[in-house]
């Protein structure tokens, strides 16, 4: 056995998004999704269990049990918390370490073929502050995560044919390169986990098709990017508040703030998502989770839910109770864009519409505040200058995101009941505010004040009903009156 001074190991999976949004085939990006999610949760852990002495490796962090490193010496490794794309072990035994190493580098290139795995780390003294180890190891690996440039594979050989979009060789059958063919190859994998549960007899969308109102359609789609307001602050001030006791008390108060994190975000989807109707039971639930790592949440939906979707995820936040008591909220941002959009790049634009959530939600919100803002972007067709979400804190005539949940000023409730009063125009028969008209105002709105003016003052005479609707958020309410339904919940209740 041997009696090297104890240590933590951080692993951490890079270029996770680069890796699923990779191809527009969503099959694909759901095969990388699943592969991601089971890196650590399940090759990790199969590596562990791997080892002749079993029962020296304690790798069932969420069994509940204290942490035994310290106390017993046949325990030569021990997980301390597992999250989504990165891990936490003790050590006593530099060689295992070694060990576990290779073995699950070998499985990271047979799965995934190009993901990076970057692993540092720290010896530690037991009678000494758990949480000063933790952090002066999370800044090793971010120090060493902006040093290293992540490994390419190899790519086409000039005799060889490649993919159009990747450039890597083409080395399936079906005209795949083997980076995406172990992405297909694990969509259809059911022993791999999904992310989140779907409704009880339900099936996530395996498909694009699966997202649109019927099959034929050429139809937009949303892609939704939560990201939690100020987690990884409120972590560490509660683990700095347990500094005084002792390191495997520290660390049991980590896990249960890690369980108690990703365990939350995925509750209150599965707990939203249930109340969703949807009876069409030959057909999967027009959604699919793609990232969900701590507090990121990222997903896929018909464009009509992406926003009725995201305030009810946002919503149900407030209520989260745990037994850490640590509360949980987020910002979001959603990119509508056509079906065949680049998926890459769509998320890029509802991170970007995130980041502008979050930066108005720091400029009016307290410190201590749990509001939550959403952005969004519409992408018409594929001009690159719908693409820029900056500029938001200029003043523009007829839009205000991004929108706070619940508080008064600039309010999504406010958004939201301007689109239903423009649904409701369109569905009167012989309407004063038709569908026509309507994008009569909103081409004007996008021209400006000058021909806004002119388009009001010519409504006004044909007793155009202008004047009962707030026309501070017109041109937000018109970018979205196509691409929202409010009554995919249970108990809401058709436009009349």
């Known amino acids: 056995m041997c009696n090297n001074k104890p240590f933590l190991a951080i692993y951490d999976i890079s270029g996770i998004q680069e890796y699923i949004f990779a191809t527009n ?37 969420e069994a509940n049990e204290p942490f035994q490193l310290l106390d017993k010496t046949a325990v030569r490794a021990e997980v301390v918390f597992i999250g989504g794309g990165n891990a936490l072990v003790a050590y006593r035994d530099r060689q295992l370490f070694q060990q576990v190493n290779k073995r699950l580098s070998i499985r990271l290139i047979e799965k995934s073929y190009t993901l990076t795995l970057m692993i540092e780390e720290k010896e530690f003294e037991p009678a000494k ?15 060493a995560k902006e040093e290293r ?3 390419k594979p190899f790519g086409a050989y000039p005799i060889s044919a490649q993919e159009s979009f990747s450039g890597f060789p083409i080395t399936q059958k079906a005209g795949q390169s083997t980076i995406q063919a172990l992405k297909a190859r694990a969509a ?7 992310l989140v549960k779907p409704p009880k007899e339900k099936k996530w969308a395996l498909q694009i098709d699966d997202l649109k109102k019927k099959q034929d ?27 005084g006791n002792s390191f495997s008390e520290e660390i049991q108060n980590h896990r249960r703030l890690s369980k108690d994190i990703s365990a939350g975000y995925r509750k209150l ?15 999967p639930i027009p959604i699919r989770p793609l990232i969900m790592d701590g507090d990121d949440l990222t997903m896929i939906c ?92 200029e003043e523009s005539l007829g839009r205000k995101r991004p929108y706070a949940l619940s508080s008064e000023k600039d309010s999504l409730k406010k958004l939201i009941d301007i689109i239903k009063e423009l649904q409701g125009y369109r569905a009167e028969p012989n309407s004063l505010f038709p569908r026509s008209k309507q994008a009569q105002l909103y081409q004007a709105y996008l021209k400006g004040a000058g021909h806004v003016e002119i388009m009001e003052e010519e409504f006004e005479s044909r007793k155009v009903p202008l004047k009962s609707i707030n026309r501070e ?21 058709e436009i009349v």
């Open 302 to 393: 018909r464009a009509e839910w992406g926003l009725p979707l995201t305030e009810a995820l946002l919503t149900k936040m407030k209520t989260h109770t745990s037994e850490t008591s640590l509360s949980l909220s987020a910002c979001a941002g959603i990119a509508y864009v056509h079906g065949h959009f680049p998926f890459h790049l769509a998320y890029e634009i509802a991170e970007a519409c995130c980041k502008e959530a979050k930066s108005k939600r720091l400029k009016n919100e307290k410190n201590d505040s749990q509001e939550s803002y959403i952005d969004f972007q519409l992408v018409r067709g594929s001009d690159p200058t719908e693409r820029d979400v900056t500029g938001r804190e």
């Open 25 to 61: 085939e969503l099959k694909q990006n759901i095969g990388a999704s699943k592969i991601v999610g089971n890196l650590m949760k399940t090759e990790l852990v199969d590596v562990l269990k791997s080892f002749d002495e079993p029962a020296s490796i304690k790798w069932d962090w």
């Open 269 to 283: 989807v599965e707990e939203v998502v249930q109340e969703i109707k949807w009876e069409e039971n030959d057909r």
């Open 149 to 151: 440039l992540r490994p």
């Open 188 to 194: 259809e994998t059911s022993n791999l986990h999904e």
């Open 473 to 493: 958020l017109l041109l937000d309410a018109f970018e979205l009156v196509d691409y929202y339904d409010g009554v995919i919940f249970k108990g809401k209740e």
């Open 129 to 143: 502050s758990y949480y000063a180890t933790y952090k002066e190891l999370q800044n090793k690996l971010a120090q």
């Open 217 to 243: 359609e050429d139809s937009y789609i949303a892609v939704i990017h939560i990201d939690g307001n100020g987690i990884g602050q409120k972590l560490d001030q509660t683990l700095e508040a347990h500094e």
